[in-house]
């Protein structure tokens, strides 16, 4: 009895165990099932979304630029295919090691790399490292991928500019966005990388012709090297600009211009068209496209023929003996003289104990305001400009548009100075004095303006009294329709001047070179009416002009407009330091209008096959 009672005792025990051995059974059980429950359905997405990213890699596929022609449609800058240098930081485990690597392999600057590898972003982007790289560099990358975890070449199209330095200044040139950019509203949707206009119409108008970026999601190894597309956003090209500038017009001006510094501007008074805009000295776009180092780019900057330094916008000149036409027509408008009005030059004007000399030490004579313009008296200026006072002058000066932005389509248009009683006051902190009126009243002293408000200005009284807005832009050719939008010319004021002010003006400005002052620019081609100007740049100087140094001469200035019966051209000429516009100026423009003459005409290098060849070939002058 002893022996059964212990046998039931056991058993009692060990049927105990096997229940606390099934609940803890159960209790892994559902510990197993609630752990699963967790990691499969509610951090599923996470780790599925790990999952993807440690196998995919995003690749931004960068748009082509929209192409850019000229008014004819001859092709000034395209997109060629190149070869760009990206690296997946995610895939990089040491980045020295890789920025050692590449110095090593293709002669990267390493501080440059360390930058881009730096530069803020999202980090699942690959980052742009060098574009443009030779076939010999390309090659020797993808033979050392073992090496270069999370390197890749991608093939992109680069910006090219087959005329090269031509129209340049027009154009603009390209480049990487940089990080300041980049903090940019308007630069908000772009990454590392992406190529933007830096100059130019490329510049203002690079929301346009930029396009929009794709993307593609690539399958990738261990070492972070493509094995497949999973899915591919294609990119969108940007849309083509038409230019209202003749290449063929465009090297002829540039061409002209040599290897002096100055600029030439050419423009349809009738619908503010610039038919063409040279400025020496100029660049290759095609060579600032590319990454330069930081010497290179000071080397650039500090050459001393500011080749940068578009001229034509933003080039800032005493205006010389050209502002004696608005000076005419603030005369006659104010009631200080009228047509028949005369005023004696004994080649010099009186003035409190200075003499103010005119360009001619005989005199003029007694001089009409007709016969003032055509041979550019100064004495008869002096006295009108003193009769009339700086602030009356300022106030016509800027009705014709001086001391202000044109509106043409380029960044960082400068406007000159007109000076008056209030802006001396205000930038120079003195009273006006009365000799400075003097000096004003043949535009020297502080006047400047630019060539292109010049050329501007003439055309205005060209167009009797009208101004339209300069531009570059013609048409804009939308890359996804195939449609061409045409852009209207643009008026923008009307000058309040009598119906005759400028009518006399204008027979005034044919006399000028027909018996005055510019008759180098008389054509038998076309009739053509002008002013010359030549702006002292330094103190006043003795002795032949030979004996000064270039630096210290004087600059030559040129406008006019034709033909004078019904004018479809007005052209600005200014030549930094050679002296006087009548013989240095006048023929240059002499030589711009002949040949849009013959342009327009369909005469000798008219025809398509000539303007393509002009616009392609090299252009004469100084350039980087």
Same mark, same amino acid.
């Given at each position: 009895?002893?022996?059964?009672?212990?046998?039931?005792?056991?058993?009692?025990?060990?049927?105990?165990?096997?229940?606390?051995?099934?609940?803890?059974?159960?209790?892994?059980?559902?510990?197993?099932?609630?752990?699963?429950?967790?990691?499969?359905?509610?951090?599923?997405?996470?780790?599925?979304?790990?999952?993807?990213?440690?196998?995919?890699?995003?690749?931004?596929?960068?748009?082509?630029?929209?192409?850019?022609?000229?008014?004819?449609?001859?092709?000034?800058? /395209?997109?060629?295919?190149?070869?760009?240098?990206?690296?997946?930081?995610?895939?990089?485990?040491?980045?020295?090691?890789?920025?050692?690597?590449? =110095?090593?392999?293709?002669?990267?600057?390493?501080?440059?790399?360390?930058?881009?590898?730096?530069?803020?972003?999202?980090?699942?982007?690959?980052?742009?490292?060098?574009?443009?790289?030779?076939?010999?560099?390309?090659?020797?990358?993808?033979?050392?991928?073992?090496?270069?975890?999370?390197?890749?070449?991608?093939?992109?199209?680069?910006?090219?500019?087959?005329?090269?330095? %031509?129209?340049?200044?027009?154009?603009?040139?390209?480049? &990487?966005?940089?990080?300041?950019?980049?903090?940019?509203?308007?630069?908000?949707?772009?990454?590392?990388?992406?190529?933007?206009?830096?100059?130019?119409? +490329?510049?203002?108008?690079?929301?346009?012709?930029?396009?929009?970026?794709?993307?593609?999601?690539?399958?990738?190894?261990?070492?972070?090297?493509?094995?497949?597309?999973?899915?591919?956003?294609?990119?969108?090209?940007?849309?083509?600009?038409?230019?209202?500038?003749?290449?063929?017009?465009q090297k002829v001006a540039e061409d002209l211009l040599g290897q002096e510094s100055g600029a030439i501007v050419a423009l349809d008074p009738t619908k503010g068209d610039i038919l063409a805009m040279a400025s020496r000295p100029a660049f290759d776009p095609n060579i600032l496209s590319r990454e330069l180092t930081g010497k290179q780019w000071v080397e650039i900057v500090q050459d001393e023929g500011r080749p940068l330094n578009n001229r034509a916008s933003q080039g800032q000149y005493p205006p010389g003996s050209t502002f004696k036409v608005l000076m005419a027509a603030a005369a006659l408008e104010s009631n200080t003289v009228t047509p028949s009005s005369t005023v004696f030059c004994s080649g010099g004007y009186q003035f409190g104990k200075r003499v103010y000399h005119d360009w001619k030490a005989s005199g003029h004579g007694y001089v009409d305001l007709r016969k003032a313009l055509i041979h550019s008296c100064d004495v008869y200026f002096y006295t009108i400009g003193q009769r009339m006072g700086i602030d009356t002058m300022a106030s016509y000066a800027h009705q014709f548009g001086l001391g202000e932005e044109t509106g043409v389509e380029l960044p960082s248009e400068r406007v000159g100075i007109v000076p008056s009683t209030a802006w001396k006051l205000k930038v120079k902190r003195e009273p006006?004095?009365?000799? &400075?009126?003097?000096?004003?009243?043949?535009?020297?002293?502080?006047? =400047?303006?630019?060539?292109?408000?010049?050329?501007?200005?003439?055309? %205005?009284?060209? /167009?009797?009294?009208? %101004?339209?807005?300069?531009?570059?832009?013609?048409?804009?050719?939308?890359?996804?329709?195939?449609?061409?939008? &045409?852009?209207?010319?643009?008026?923008?004021?009307?000058?309040?001047?009598?119906?005759?002010?400028?009518?006399?003006?204008?027979?005034?400005?044919?006399?000028?070179?027909?018996?005055? =002052?510019?008759?180098?620019?008389?054509?038998?081609?076309?009739?053509?009416?002008?002013? =010359?100007?030549?702006?002292?740049?330094?103190?006043?100087?003795?002795? #032949?002009?030979?004996?000064?140094?270039?630096?210290?001469?004087?600059?030559?200035?040129?406008?006019?407009?034709?033909?004078?019966? /019904?004018?479809?051209?007005?052209?600005?000429?200014?030549? +930094?330091?050679?002296?006087?516009?009548?013989?240095?100026?006048? #023929?240059?423009?002499?030589?711009?209008?002949? %040949?849009?003459?013959?342009?327009?005409?369909?005469?000798?290098?008219?025809?398509?096959?000539?303007?393509?060849?002009?616009?392609?070939?090299?252009?004469?002058?100084?350039?980087?």
């Amino acid at each position: 009895m002893a022996t059964a009672g212990l046998h039931d005792s056991e058993l009692g025990e060990l049927q105990r165990r096997l229940v606390v051995l099934r609940v803890g059974l159960l209790l892994v059980v559902a510990l197993l099932a609630l752990r699963l429950w967790h990691l499969q359905i509610r951090e599923g997405p996470y780790y599925r979304d790990l999952s993807e990213n440690n196998r995919t890699r995003s690749v931004i596929l960068e748009p082509a630029r929209g192409l850019i022609y000229d008014r004819n449609g001859i092709l000034l800058a /395209n997109n060629v295919p190149s070869f760009s240098l990206y690296v997946s930081l995610e895939d990089v485990k040491d980045r020295e090691a890789l920025v050692d690597t590449l =110095t090593e392999l293709i002669g990267l600057d390493p501080a440059l790399v360390r930058k881009k590898l730096a530069v803020r972003g999202a980090k699942q982007l690959p980052r742009k490292i060098k574009d443009r790289l030779t076939l010999r560099e390309a090659t020797l990358i993808e033979s050392h991928r073992l090496d270069l975890p999370g390197v890749m070449i991608q093939v992109e199209s680069q910006r090219n500019y087959p005329s090269g330095v %031509t129209a340049s200044h027009v154009l603009g040139y390209v480049g &990487e966005v940089s990080a300041e950019q980049l903090e940019k509203p308007e630069f908000a949707e772009l990454h590392q990388g992406s190529i933007v206009g830096q100059y130019g119409v +490329e510049k203002f108008f690079d929301h346009i012709v930029r396009g929009q970026a794709g993307q593609k999601s690539v399958e990738v190894d261990a070492l972070g090297h493509e094995k497949r597309t999973v899915m591919v956003d294609q990119p969108h090209a940007g849309d083509d600009l038409y230019l209202t500038i003749d290449a063929r017009l465009q090297k002829v001006a540039e061409d002209l211009l040599g290897q002096e510094s100055g600029a030439i501007v050419a423009l349809d008074p009738t619908k503010g068209d610039i038919l063409a805009m040279a400025s020496r000295p100029a660049f290759d776009p095609n060579i600032l496209s590319r990454e330069l180092t930081g010497k290179q780019w000071v080397e650039i900057v500090q050459d001393e023929g500011r080749p940068l330094n578009n001229r034509a916008s933003q080039g800032q000149y005493p205006p010389g003996s050209t502002f004696k036409v608005l000076m005419a027509a603030a005369a006659l408008e104010s009631n200080t003289v009228t047509p028949s009005s005369t005023v004696f030059c004994s080649g010099g004007y009186q003035f409190g104990k200075r003499v103010y000399h005119d360009w001619k030490a005989s005199g003029h004579g007694y001089v009409d305001l007709r016969k003032a313009l055509i041979h550019s008296c100064d004495v008869y200026f002096y006295t009108i400009g003193q009769r009339m006072g700086i602030d009356t002058m300022a106030s016509y000066a800027h009705q014709f548009g001086l001391g202000e932005e044109t509106g043409v389509e380029l960044p960082s248009e400068r406007v000159g100075i007109v000076p008056s009683t209030a802006w001396k006051l205000k930038v120079k902190r003195e009273p006006w004095l009365p000799g &400075e009126t003097i000096s004003a009243a043949i535009g020297q002293g502080y006047v =400047t303006v630019t060539p292109l408000q010049m050329a501007s200005l003439i055309g %205005t009284v060209a /167009n009797d009294g009208v %101004t339209y807005r300069p531009r570059l832009v013609q048409g804009i050719m939308d890359r996804a329709t195939g449609q061409r939008q &045409e852009l209207p010319a643009v008026p923008k004021s009307k000058l309040d001047l009598r119906p005759d002010t400028l009518k006399l003006i204008r027979e005034a400005l044919a006399g000028v070179v027909t018996e005055g =002052t510019a008759t180098r620019a008389k054509s038998s081609l076309v009739t053509i009416a002008g002013k =010359t100007g030549t702006a002292q740049t330094a103190a006043l100087r003795t002795g #032949p002009e030979k004996d000064i140094p270039k630096k210290l001469r004087d600059h030559a200035w040129f406008v006019a407009f034709a033909p004078v019966e /019904n004018p479809t051209i007005a052209v600005a000429v200014l030549v +930094e330091h050679m002296g006087h516009g009548g013989s240095a100026a006048a #023929p240059l423009a002499k030589e711009v209008i002949e %040949t849009y003459m013959k342009l327009k005409a369909g005469g000798p290098g008219g025809g398509p096959e000539a303007a393509a060849s002009a616009a392609l070939q090299g252009t004469g002058g100084r350039s980087l």
